[in-house]
């Protein structure tokens, strides 16, 4: 029992807080599938470090770095200033994975140096560090999945050295249960996961899908989801229940997911209406 | 001051020894149930000398709380003229004590222990219900239920929230359970305590 009282509560607040002011040494997760989410999502995470005085690494491909600084021009940040006083730079992602690669896998001696080389300078230039990246699924779509796991590992230690706070962005499909595994290892090799634009909605999405497919949550059920580990991570309950299914009820998850990405998509047509 | 002395009764049958600073949720299917689990749950408080404060709200109210003790064989005349029981409807007891929210409710608790234990009692036994909330507080009352679970660790408070079923679905239910030291199960006559990890 009390282990338990030390156990972190699922996050009810949006990803804004978590990205704006994010605890110390943290270590998040976006999953995404629409890059405008992304580019939102970084731009915000870079635009309140910038104010606070820190010094923002991005890390990206072409195609998302030019959408967060569209993002960022939207919020008022002064690019330019930013990078002239070199509290601000962007890298490219596609550019730099040849560096960090032998063989077309990861070198994780290249990768640890090349880390440290690009975190050192930033240290200087501001309050603090963060550093957004997609290098894990950057590899991880070249087929390299278990370096993208190693990059992730490799990245939190070094970050912790220079007292970076590191978000990372993963491009998946919250519902569908052929990515899950993969989903998963990523969200359990970072401190805090944001698996969607709108918890709420995805929450009612989820919550509607599980009452259809398996009905009420109560005797057994009741039982293995209050007594659930639980993912190491903090992620909000909705994506947290998903997890749980997957494991206390495989031979339903295909069916909840189906379902759920009805109910969300449903909702996405009721706000276009 | 004993070891034992940091344990006290929980008052369902299946669990025996609950420490002080617990702070329990339980699941429920209307008022009987509710009823069911919070009557033995005051009666052993009261037979340890602890001061119970009884919160009430739908589908229980005030008015029908002490009916519930009654049939687990409590004097309830005696133990509200003494001031170990105290019975109080939600509206009655948050208007008593301002809108208050968060750190702020979580204080007068601490005020409530104190003076329970300046009153000679054992510690501080609380119950609430929340069928009172609207959706849209619900972000609000998990941050006070994370409160709550910090400020009474180690506190010589005993607390059970109660939540209906019709109010939580499955990620209600693991916002819950992930803001309790437990979670109050009554699989068949008996109880169990539920944590996570099993």
């Given at each position: 029992?009390?282990a338990?009282?030390?156990?972190?509560?699922?996050?009810?607040?949006?990803?804004?807080?978590?990205?704006?002011?994010?605890?110390?040494?943290?270590?998040?997760?976006?999953?995404?599938?629409?890059?405008?989410?992304?580019?939102?999502?970084?731009?915000h995470?870079?635009?309140?470090?910038?104010?606070?005085?820190?010094?923002?690494?991005l890390?990206?491909?072409p195609?998302h770095?030019?959408?967060i600084?569209?993002?960022?021009?939207?919020?008022?940040?002064?690019r330019?200033?930013?990078?002239?006083?070199?509290?601000?730079?962007?890298?490219?992602?596609?550019?730099?994975?040849?560096?960090?690669?032998?063989?077309?896998?990861?070198?994780?001696?290249?990768?640890?140096?090349?880390?440290?080389?690009?975190?050192?300078?930033?240290?200087?230039?501001?309050?603090?560090?963060?550093?957004?990246?997609?290098?894990?699924n950057?590899?991880?779509?070249?087929?390299?999945?278990?370096?993208?796991?190693?990059?992730e590992?490799?990245?939190?230690g070094?970050?912790?050295?220079?007292?970076a706070?590191?978000?990372?962005?993963?491009?998946?499909?919250?519902?569908?249960?052929?990515?899950?595994?993969?989903m998963?290892?990523?969200?359990?090799v970072?401190?805090?996961?944001?698996?969607?634009d709108?918890?709420?909605?995805?929450?009612?999405?989820?919550?509607?899908?599980?009452?259809?497919?398996?009905?009420?949550?109560?005797?057994?059920?009741?039982?293995?989801?209050?007594?659930?580990?639980?993912?190491?991570?903090?992620?909000?309950?909705?994506?947290?229940?998903?997890f749980w299914?997957?494991?206390?009820?495989p031979?339903s998850?295909?069916?909840v997911l189906?379902?759920a990405?009805?109910?969300?998509?449903?909702?996405?047509?009721?706000?276009?209406? | 001051?004993t070891?034992a002395?940091?344990?006290?009764?929980?008052?369902?049958?299946?669990?025996?020894?609950?420490?002080?600073?617990?702070?329990m949720?339980s699941?429920?299917?209307?008022?009987?149930?509710?009823?069911?689990?919070?009557?033995?749950?005051?009666?052993?408080?009261?037979?340890?000398?602890?001061?119970c404060?009884?919160v009430?709200?739908?589908?229980?109210?005030?008015?029908?709380?002490?009916?519930?003790?009654?049939?687990?064989?409590?004097?309830?005349?005696?133990?509200?003229?003494?001031?170990?029981?105290?019975?109080r409807?939600?509206?009655?007891?948050?208007?008593?004590?301002?809108?208050?929210?968060?750190?702020?409710?979580?204080?007068?608790?601490?005020?409530e222990?104190?003076?329970a234990?300046?009153?000679?009692?054992?510690?501080?036994?609380?119950?609430?219900?929340?069928t009172?909330?609207?959706?849209?507080?619900?972000?609000?009352?998990?941050?006070?239920?994370?409160?709550?679970?910090?400020?009474?660790?180690?506190?010589?408070?005993?607390?059970?929230?109660?939540?209906?079923?019709?109010?939580?679905s499955?990620?209600?239910?693991?916002?819950?359970?992930?803001?309790?030291?437990?979670?109050?199960?009554?699989?068949?006559?008996?109880?169990?305590?539920?944590?996570?990890?099993?």
């Open positions: 029992m009390r338990l009282m030390q156990k972190r509560p699922y996050p009810v607040h949006s990803w804004r807080e978590l990205l704006g002011a994010p605890p110390a040494a943290t270590h998040l997760l976006q999953l995404y599938d629409d890059p405008a989410f992304l580019g939102n999502a970084v731009a995470f870079a635009a309140e470090g910038l104010a606070l005085g820190e010094a923002v690494l890390t990206g491909t195609a770095l030019a959408g600084q569209a993002a960022l021009g939207g919020l008022g940040v002064d330019g200033a930013a990078e002239r006083q070199g509290r601000l730079e962007l890298r490219d992602v596609q550019a730099a994975v040849p560096a960090v690669c032998t063989a077309g896998r990861l070198d994780r001696e290249r990768f640890v140096a090349r880390t440290r080389e690009a975190l050192e300078p930033l240290r200087s230039r501001g309050t603090a560090v963060r550093w957004w990246g997609e290098m894990s950057t590899l991880h779509a070249g087929g390299d999945a278990e370096g993208a796991l190693d990059s590992a490799l990245a939190n070094v970050a912790r050295d220079y007292g706070t590191i978000f990372c962005s993963f491009e998946c499909d919250r519902f569908d249960a052929g990515g899950y595994a993969a998963e290892r990523m969200c359990r970072h401190s805090h996961v944001i698996p969607a709108d918890y709420a909605r995805l929450r009612l999405a989820v919550n509607r899908a599980v009452a259809d497919v398996v009905g009420e949550l109560r005797g057994s059920l009741l039982q293995s989801l209050s007594s659930w580990k639980g993912m190491a991570c903090e992620l909000p309950s909705s994506q947290a229940l998903l299914l997957r494991e206390a009820l031979e998850f295909d069916a189906a379902r990405r009805f109910y969300h998509g449903q909702q996405d047509a009721a706000q276009a209406a | 001051m070891a002395a940091h344990f006290t009764d929980c008052g369902l049958p299946g669990v025996r020894q609950i420490p002080y600073g617990v702070h949720c699941f429920y299917d209307g008022r009987e149930e509710l009823a069911a689990t919070l009557a033995p749950y005051f009666a052993a408080g009261l037979r340890n000398r602890e001061r404060i009884w009430t709200a739908p589908p229980l109210s005030a008015d029908a709380a002490p009916a519930a003790l009654r049939c687990v064989g409590v004097d309830v005349d005696a133990a509200l003229a003494s001031g170990a029981l105290v019975v409807d939600f509206s009655d007891w948050y208007a008593a004590n301002g809108s208050l929210r968060g750190k702020d409710v979580a204080n007068l608790w601490l005020a222990e104190a003076r234990l300046a009153d000679g009692h054992e510690g501080l036994r609380i119950t609430g219900n929340v009172f909330l609207a959706p849209r507080d619900w972000p609000h009352f998990m941050e006070y239920e994370a409160l709550i679970e910090q400020a009474f660790h180690g506190r010589r408070i005993v607390t059970l929230c109660t939540y209906s079923r019709h109010q939580c499955g990620a209600e239910i693991l916002d819950v359970a992930s803001r309790h030291s437990c979670t109050l199960d009554r699989p068949d006559e008996g109880w169990q305590l539920l944590t996570a990890g099993g």
